[in-house]
């Protein structure tokens, strides 16, 4: 479902823990973090398609977070060309997106990054609010600032480590990355090491992409 523009009807969610850390989750097969995000479909509402991407991608239920905040209007991106299957170039140009921040109520373990049969993720930390951009991918950067700074401003203040500016931010390592069942990863770095995948299963074969999904 494309606008007159090209651009899919899109959320993002910023999932925040009691600490004010948010959920970053590692692509599965690449070495690119990022937020939870995907289409909204046809006769959805934006908080609707939040819901059902928050269960399919990382297995949370409504009863699990808390509704904190949401941008006013829609973000856009541009996906590059190479990235867009031959069948939608000319039509489909990229994302334009809802984003929702929200707050954990309920456990770490309530996480689960195969709730379906076609994981977005292989691995996930809880790291600061101001993410390191340069480990998402280049495209993508821009939408992700304008949704931190909007949304900022609605961080509970239980958490006094936010209140800087994302210039000179780098990650704190307090607690590594996780693997599909919830363990340790042997990294406790961002950037991940050449070659690491994290794959719990190193024979399986990629997963097939959600249905209706142009892009990353």
Do not use: C
Not at 53 to 82: F, M, N, Q, S
Not at 101 to 109: E, K, N, T
Not at 198 to 208: D, L, T
């Amino acid at each position: 479902m494309l606008d007159r523009d090209g651009f899919r009807p899109n959320v993002g969610i910023i999932l925040l823990n009691q600490r004010n850390q948010v959920f970053w989750g590692k692509r599965i097969r690449t070495h690119s973090w990022q937020f939870p995000q995907g289409g909204i479909d046809r006769g959805e509402s934006p908080e609707q398609a939040m819901y059902r991407e928050l269960h399919e991608e990382i297995g949370l239920k409504p009863e699990h977070v808390r509704i904190v905040a949401r941008t006013r209007d829609w973000l856009r991106y541009e996906v590059p060309e190479r990235y867009i299957r031959r069948d939608a170039r000319g039509h489909y140009k990229g994302q334009k997106q809802i984003w929702f921040l929200l707050q954990l109520i309920g456990q770490d373990h309530n996480l689960n990054l195969r709730a379906t049969n076609h994981p977005e993720f292989d691995a996930w930390r809880w790291n600061d609010y101001w993410v390191p951009l340069d480990v998402v991918v280049e495209f993508k950067r821009g939408v992700y600032e304008m949704a931190l700074r909007e949304l900022a401003r609605y961080l509970p203040r239980n958490d006094h480590r936010n209140r800087y500016l994302r210039s000179g931010m780098r990650a704190r390592d307090d607690q590594g990355p996780h693997d599909l069942n919830g363990g340790p990863l042997p990294s406790p770095q961002m950037e991940l090491p050449p070659g690491a995948t994290f794959e719990p299963n190193p024979q399986g074969r990629a997963q097939p992409a959600a249905k209706g999904k142009h892009a990353p």
